[in-house]
């Protein structure tokens, strides 16, 4: 892998392979900036369970208390409770430790402000001029702050915020019968009492444990999903939770043990959210047109932007959205609860539209919107990228395009959108369409085109 892969400065902080780089020295001066940025006041520190987070836990509150901060340690939590947390105590400003889906010897500093959502554009390049010129404030001996810990309140915040928006009392009454699979990452703290306690479910759980490392590849999707499907099978559960390892990513295992696709979780959830709060919906440009449809039941409008969460929120902040996500990704996000990717909106959300249809989690997918998607990646020598962008287009003069994201070209019953990866030379290529033949004979004509 190129080195510049393995340490990643950018959109939503700091992030990369743990050692040789990124080190504490690294995180403590990223943590100093943070502090200088936002100035003397409380942060919020907390992490999910990689080996390497008490470390760099140690590192980035050393560099708060420098700039003068004073840390409230949460300790444990998945990032939409740190999120929570940060707005609900009125911080400065919060640091989560979490590398999110990917593989364990990684790690990150994820920043957020202080309504505890991650850094706007502004505010990113802001703090990274900052962080590069190193002027950080410097607390004098006399003007040090402390380190204070909380590791409860946020938990109950969060839960008391997601089932304020769910009928509790109506799932509740049903025991439904749930396995989990919790990667031993944050969720393990948080999610078992959230089913048990608040929802009332029957649990049987696997990798609960978050002294433990990762016993799967931590993103959680159909080919990494096979001991939670086999609980599902074992157990008769009704549905199958799996979260990433800071679980704000979600999938579904249905009754049955098949993991669903996630525009399908994306769409039960804004299927259920658009029942319950007003406003508009704001997905990527590879979100499943199943959005569109189900929005427009409801008389509401799509909003369609880049690839990545960031991208998502911005605009789901600028037209007040009542729900956004990423169907690629995952990852639900209700402001209602908070302005982030939440799996537990989204465990509350499926439980609740069960409880009052009544219907298994697969009648409930076979009743959305049907359509068949397809995705690869192709290879691709740096330098050709916007010659194979042009020949795509010119291969389908008759289709609108829409060019703020790689390239999406749209007919009203089909769209591919082709974008370079962020991290590999490789161009992702996603299809939907109507019917499988259409989806097939469009895929490949795309595939012929940027493979010419
Ligand atoms: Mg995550």
Redesign the pocket.
Known sequence: MPREHLLKISVSGVRGVVGEFLTPALALHFAQAFGTYVGRGRVVVGRDTRTSGPMLQHAVNCGLLAAGCDVVDVGILP?PTIQIYVEHIRARGGIGL?A??NPAEYNALKLFNKEGQFFNHYERNELIDLYHQSDFAQATNAEIGHVTHDEGTAKAVHIDRVLAKVDGDRIRRRHFRVALDAVNGAGSVMTPGFLVDSLGCRLDAIFIDPTKVFPRIAEPRPDTLGDLAALVQRTGAEVGFAQ??????LAIVDETGRVLDNDDVLALAVLRALAVVPGDVVVNLTTSSAIDDIALGFGRRVYRTPVGEANVVETMQAVGAAIGGEGSAGGVIFPAVQLC?DSFTAMAFLLDLMAETGKTVSELVAALPQYVRKSGKVAFEHGRLGGLMQALEEGFPEAEADRTDGLKLMWPDRWLHVRASNTEPLLRLFVEAKTEASAEKLYAMAWGLLTA
């Open positions: 990032t979490t999110s889906h990433d390892p800071d679980a704000d990513r990717r």
